[in-house]
């Protein structure tokens, strides 16, 4: 294969994602904003920071320097958080000479407007520019110690998600392809506030009927703001709606539960993002959906709760036992 990528992001999920595409044989450049780290990085062959462990294959290498992507390939696949990805594109652009192709593994919304990242992408270089979304249950360590995983490679371009899916694709790394990029991105990015609200009531000590019921009613208010805003009822049965969900509200390598079991035991949201040390794309997901649910008029509770715990200091109990509280009503 002589193929090329580069990965933008060196946290835990973009590192996982590069040596994914390097063992696949594909000539494969890691950048990162900070060059010391980047520094660390070239010297140990592992990034020790978020993926200690895990030696970089030989075809893989790693720069800070936006301009050295520029020039490597027309491929880039950005793993930044949310509120890194647009001024990251925006850095990058001012590297370009040639087209350039767009895939993205972040989870989130752009905080400012509560845009889809899709909408960021197509701003910032054009409505033309083949574009897609990775998305699904894939823990970073999970893919990066080659154990079995299945992700959703969501594209309006059928070509560049195949494109996409013969560089990551593997027997390990399987992908399937979905046109329905609105509903892919809604899931992956409204599942992590559904796993503070999980972790947060499984900290408070309620059972496994409660965590269950939290998953169903919140897959349930994923999909009405998801259908709001233009994507497709199926797309959340699948990998990157439910199977994301069931993934980060069940286990404890999700960041998101593990945030709010801390503040279901009684830390405050700083002490509890402090003892986390990464990336918890929820916290302004919960905001960014609450927003959202507000402005489309749809009904979101237990993101209205979650929200109100992370931004209104209400007490986790009494976001749990307003959720009770509400009226007797059909299911749907
Ligand atoms: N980890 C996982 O299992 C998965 C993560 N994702 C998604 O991937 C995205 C990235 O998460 P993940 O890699 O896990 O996060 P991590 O916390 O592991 O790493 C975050 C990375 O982002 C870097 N960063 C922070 N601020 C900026 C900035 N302003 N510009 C550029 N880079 C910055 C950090 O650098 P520094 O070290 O200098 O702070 C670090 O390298 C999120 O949207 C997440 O939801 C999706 C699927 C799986
Ligand atoms: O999105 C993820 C796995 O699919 C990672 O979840 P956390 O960010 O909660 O760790």
Redesign the pocket.
Known sequence: MNKKIAVL??????TALAILAARNGCRTLLW???PE?IALLAQDRQNQ??LPGLVFPENLSVTSDLAEVAAFSSLILV??????FK??LLKFKAHLTNEIQIAW????FNPDDGCLLHEVVADIFSAQTPAALLSGP???KEVAADLPTAITIASSQPDFANHLADILHSERFRTYTNSDLIGVEVGGAVK?VMAIAAGIADGLGFGANTRAALITRGLNEIIRLGVKLGGKQETFMGLAGLGDLILTCTDNQSRNRRFGLALGQGKNTLAAAQEIG??I?GISAAKETYLLAKKYGVDMPITEQTYKVLYEGLAPLAAVQNLLAREQKAES
């Not at 992001?9 to 973009?14: A, T």
């Not at 793993?79 to 890194?84: D, G, L, M, T």
């Open positions: 992001g060196s946290g835990s999920w973009g990162g904003h900070n780290h920071r978020y793993s930044v958080p949310s509120h890194a001024d990251t593994a972040t989870k989130g894939s823990f970073a992590n990464q990336e794309e």
